[in-house]
């Protein structure tokens, strides 16, 4: 019998999911360690993600403008390493089974026009359920793939916390969708040029 992904237990019946996949050269633990050290940053890089995430930023401001608030500033961020995350923040690791899953999670509201996360301890994650609000687990888990290759499976699930949210959450969804695949699979890339920068040293 196949053993529950992290995911299972975190949030094991989830309003929407989003799976990738990419075969990496390296062994499981060198890839392991690529999934850690790279530096997610690196996804506004990429044109289409960085176009995704302008048009993000309008919505917030066009949203501002109406409800007449001002628009908070971005907390500056040079780096975004799962291997800097801990147990308590907005992003936080959820759970870890080196070398083959790793899940880490942040809950807060990102719909409508509005982006505002929640400070949280990880061992709250899994029975938080405050109204109003959204819990994100994304998780990558690593299998071997013949000689010398990892199959790295890059999975988000989303589940709102009351059925108001859920609706204005899926209306985000059935629109974002695809344009989150485009950033899992940018991600799931950075991985790989990261094992390969890795493996050149």
């Known amino acids: 019998m196949t053993a529950p992904l992290l995911l299972d237990e975190l949030i094991p019946h989830a309003d929407a999911v989003r799976t990738e996949h990419l075969l990496i050269d390296g062994d499981l633990a060198q890839v392991y360690d690529a999934v850690r050290a790279a530096d997610f940053m690196r996804t506004a890089e990429q044109q289409p993600v960085r176009a ?59 719909w409508a026009g509005e982006t505002s996360w929640e400070t949280i301890d990880a061992r709250d994650f899994a029975g938080f359920e405050r109204p109003g609000l959204a819990k994100i687990a994304a998780g990558f888990s690593l299998r071997p793939y013949g000689a010398g290759r990892v199959l790295v499976s890059y999975e988000c699930r989303t589940l709102a916390t009351d059925p108001q949210s859920r609706r204005a959450f899926l209306r985000y969804w059935r629109a974002l969708s695809p344009f989150i695949g485009v950033v899992l699979r940018t991600q799931l890339r950075i991985v790989a040029r990261t094992a390969a920068e890795r493996a050149a040293r």
């Open 52 to 110: 995704l995430f302008q048009l993000r930023a309008l919505g917030e401001r066009v949203v501002s403008t109406v409800r007449r608030r001002p628009l908070p500033a971005p907390a500056p961020t040079a780096t975004m390493r799962l291997a800097d995350l801990g147990a308590h923040g907005e992003w936080v690791v959820l759970g870890e089974r080196p070398p083959h899953e790793i899940a880490i999670g942040v809950v807060g509201r990102f």
